[in-house]
């Protein structure tokens, strides 16, 4: 990353341009194994998003053409409402956060926002519309100010206060030796596995996307930060159409929708309620969770 971005460092906006796609990417897919190869079709224009409807339709994909990972997947969620999307390791969850984030594009089907083909519009206009709050945020070493800040160009110290204030992480910084200008990353403060993630959500709050894609970030985090960072996400989401791809299902179980994905087909979808009763796949990984989360609920009652 530093040896890629160094000798870009003069070429101003466009240097913090690429600078953020890099770090956009790195976050979620991890830049070295997977290099975009995506580019946008000739005149293509900007995303037009009204709601944020999001929808796939009867969508394939496969990495290797030997070996189908996403085998005619239809989905929807209506503007402002939130999925879960559940299933085992493997099951093609990650990959339909590649295929939003277009790094990939589909091998069959289509893949919509607001009814637009996103091969058919700038990626850039369709990053701008989708926030992500990857599994762990990547900070820069810079103020937290900077960090923070970087969600979106322009953005004001006040604005980046009440980020920080819905992200719940205001009243840290101002513990820190030298609240927002504190240096954090590698040659600063390191802060915390859930430090980071709420600095992650305070940058994607600045940044105000109509799409939030959440890459369940908690299963490393203690049961007291597990809960903190749900609650700031929740705010996070408010008013926004939310995909979670989910780990632990005690964190999605109030989703409007949970979709259960079973090698790259959809097994069972609807509300906890509803899949509990159905006594299928959800209702067994439910059960099959439900040790783990009695003895973390144990373990917060002992701190
Ligand atoms: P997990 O819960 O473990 O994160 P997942 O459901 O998110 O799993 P994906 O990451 O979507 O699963 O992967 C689905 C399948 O695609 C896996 O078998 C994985 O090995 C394969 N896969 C993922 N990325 C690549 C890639 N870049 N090249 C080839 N195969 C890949």
Redesign the pocket.
Known sequence: MIQITMPLNFLGSVYREIRQALVDMEEMFDLL??PAEIIDAPNAPDIHVTGGTVALKNVEFH??PA?P?LKGVDLEVPAGKTMAIV????????????LLFRFYDVTGGRFEIDGQDIREVTQESLHRAIGVVPQDTVLFNDTIRYNIGYGRDGATYDEIVAAAKQAQIHEFILGLPEGYETQVGERGLKLSGGEKQRVGIARTLLKDPPILLLDEATSALDTRTEKSILGALKLAGEGRTVIT?A?RLSTIADSDEIVV?EA?VVVERGTHEALLKAGGHYAQMWSAQAEDREAAEGDDAAA
Not at 87 to 98: E, L, N
């Open positions: 194994h997977q990495y290797d070996r990972i299933g085992h390791s493997g099951s093609g969850k990650s990959t339909i956060g590649r791809i780990h994905l790259g």
